[in-house]
């Protein structure tokens, strides 16, 4: 990765999203438990210019709930690749870190920049977001909650209101579709 420094104090014209590798994605990096922010702080130290997202999520601090900001994918941040082995070397030399997802230096894992530019907008937008199951068409699905909690089938269909799930019988090689909240559906 080519580090970005700037002779004589001018400065830089890189916006620090744009990434510059492979596609223009970005690779996940892997830390150990709460020790994202240790890992973004040693890798801006390095030049690397890490992401670390962050929404506002509410805790509770003994009787009182409060609005912190958390990280948006607790153990993962996001760095630009790191362009060559010994830059690679450098991002896995962080304490806290445990590794970045791919097959090695020359094959990373990348994450496409639009998403993290949409990623970067929701953690700047200072709105509060939830965590919710990663669901994808042509899973298999639990409603969670509501009348039909604890039946499972085929997600056919996730819009934002209403999805729709397949329930099959096997042995009758018949199936029926119900529309569903997907809201209340996690992956099974």
């Not at 130290?45 to 900001?69: A, D, Y």
């Not at 509501?146 to 096997?170: F, H, N, T, Y």
Request: aromatic share 6%; net charge positive.
């Amino acid at each position: 990765m080519k580090r970005l420094e700037a002779e004589g104090g001018e400065a830089l014209a890189d916006d620090g999203w744009s990434a510059g590798g492979i596609d223009g994605g970005w690779c996940v990096v892997w830390t150990r438990s709460q020790c994202e922010q240790q890992v973004h702080d040693q890798l801006a130290g390095k030049g690397f210019r890490p992401f670390l997202p962050r929404v506002n999520v509410w805790s509770r601090r003994g009787r009182f709930r409060c609005l912190t900001r958390a990280p948006m994918f607790p153990g993962y941040l996001f760095v630009p690749p790191p362009g060559d082995k010994d830059a690679f070397i450098e991002v896995r030399k962080a304490r806290g870190l445990v590794a970045l997802l791919g097959q090695g230096w020359d094959r990373p894992a990348l994450v496409p920049s639009r998403d993290i530019e949409a990623i970067r907008l929701l953690s700047e937008s200072g709105q509060t977001a939830l965590p919710h199951p990663y669901l994808k068409e042509g899973m298999r699905a639990r409603i969670e909650r509501g009348p039909l909690a604890g039946l499972e089938g085929i997600l056919l269909r996730c819009d934002p209101g209403k999805g729709l799930m397949v329930l099959s019988v096997d042995l009758l090689q018949r199936s029926v579709a119900v529309e569903v909240d997907c809201t209340m559906v996690s992956a099974a």
